[in-house]
């Protein structure tokens, strides 16, 4: 059976003409100036890719969440920045607003975010605590008015004045709030250097604002538990595409690069990385298409099939731009070539969505309930 549809493959093959036309030539000073790319988001809205798996009525595309991992995979083969800049965008708030917002609150936005007029963000992580099942930031509701005071980072997004979902706590109470980008009560702090994802927006927010109980969406734990499991898949695949890259640019350069007289493709240490890199791809493909299956199911193994996918996805990615590093040598380590950007980019798969000790509890839970 093919592993994507005609009309998937057609998609990908205009994403990666995009990357290769617009993203490509600029990813160099996308990464040396961390800038985020505005414009080329904007473009990429206009492709349609910011509501891809959201109803056309909302002003989606209709699509699932194979097709956006898809497309998050094939942006990563050129940025990863702008990859996640979609994923979070569509994991962390276009989705949850689809599945958990009520009429009035996806009236609200979610035509915004679906044509990437607005992007959405999650602020669950806090500047002192990480955990997003359990939110410091906390609020004060009478009733009538909810006050919604604190700092909440890093957020990915969250500097683009769009829509947020907000976690906070009402005594036991843990909440998500659905907050305007554009109120004067949001501030988000200048973003900090990164040491990978550079160009993408991570920033902490200040929040001092007042709320009413109508922006509060619905199953608030259940919400957060799958924009986490949703996060993790599309990380996944932006690992995936970072890999794919990675692979690429290792295998050209072993066919130029010659040492003792060959090119360094004919020694076979040379080619057993280039296999096991292959693997890796491979292996990770299969847990991203588990997880989006059960995703698009709604099955209860979706939590532990997305903590495989991505942690395995993230530390192979890590390892994955390690070996390319190490085919290109010395070149490997220099800006000139794109092989020391991936390596970067990679390790900070790894602690999105949740640090791999949450990962693999999760699963060691699993394993010992039987
Ligand atoms: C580029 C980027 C984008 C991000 N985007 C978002 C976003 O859009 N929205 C959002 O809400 N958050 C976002 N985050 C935050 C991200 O989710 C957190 O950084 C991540 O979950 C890790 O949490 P933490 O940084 O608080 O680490 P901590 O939880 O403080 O962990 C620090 C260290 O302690 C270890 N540790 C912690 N608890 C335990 C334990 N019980 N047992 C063993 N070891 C433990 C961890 O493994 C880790 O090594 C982003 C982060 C980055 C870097």
Not at 102 to 114: G, H, I, M, Y
Not at 293 to 304: F, I, K, R, S, W
Request: hydrophobic share 45%.
């Amino acid at each position: 059976m093919p592993a994507y549809s005609e009309d998937q493959l057609l998609l990908r093959d205009t994403v990666r003409s995009f990357v290769a036309d617009k993203i490509t030539p600029h990813i160099e000073t996308l990464d040396a100036e961390d800038t985020f790319p505005a414009e080329l988001i904007a473009e990429l809205a206009d492709l349609g890719l910011f509501g891809i798996p959201v109803s056309e009525d909302d002003g989606g595309a209709g699509l699932d969440l194979k097709t956006t991992a898809l497309v998050v995979e094939e942006l990563a083969r050129g940025s990863a920045a702008i990859a996640w800049t979609l994923a979070a965008h569509t994991a962390y708030a276009l989705r949850p607003l689809a599945l958990y917002g009520n009429d009035e609150q996806k009236q609200r936005c979610l035509t915004d975010l679906a044509e990437g007029t607005r992007l959405g963000g999650l602020a669950a992580g806090e500047p002192h605590a990480g955990d997003w099942h359990s939110p410091h930031l906390k609020t004060q509701a009478d009733g009538e008015t909810v006050l919604l005071q604190g700092r909440k980072g890093l957020v990915t997004n969250g500097s683009q004045r769009g829509w947020l979902l907000v976690a906070c706590r009402e005594g036991e109470e843990e909440h998500v709030y659905l907050v305007d980008g554009q109120s004067s009560g949001v501030q988000a702090q200048p973003g900090r250097a990164k040491l990978g994802l550079r160009g993408a927006d991570t920033v902490f927010v200040d929040f001092d604002i007042t709320l009413s109980p109508a922006d509060r969406l619905a199953d608030a734990s259940v919400l957060l538990a799958r924009a986490r499991d949703e996060g993790r898949i599309l990380a996944a695949a932006v690992c995936l595409g970072l890999m794919e890259a990675a692979l690429i640019e290792s295998a050209r350069y072993a066919q130029e690069r010659r040492a003792f007289r060959k090119p360094i493709a004919d020694f076979q240490e040379i080619q057993f990385k280039l296999a096991d890199m292959k693997m890796a791809i491979d292996a990770v493909r299969g847990l991203v298409f588990r997880a989006v299956a059960l995703a698009q199911a709604d099955l209860p193994e979706l939590p532990t099939a997305a903590a495989s996918a991505k942690l395995f996805a993230a530390e192979r990615a890590l390892e994955v731009g390690k070996q390319a590093v190490q085919i290109l040598g010395g070149n490997g380590y220099v800006s000139e070539y794109p092989v020391e950007r991936m390596y970067r980019d990679a390790k900070v798969l790894e602690l999105i969505g949740g640090p791999a000790f949450a990962h693999r509890s999760l699963l060691a839970r699993a394993c010992l309930a039987g």
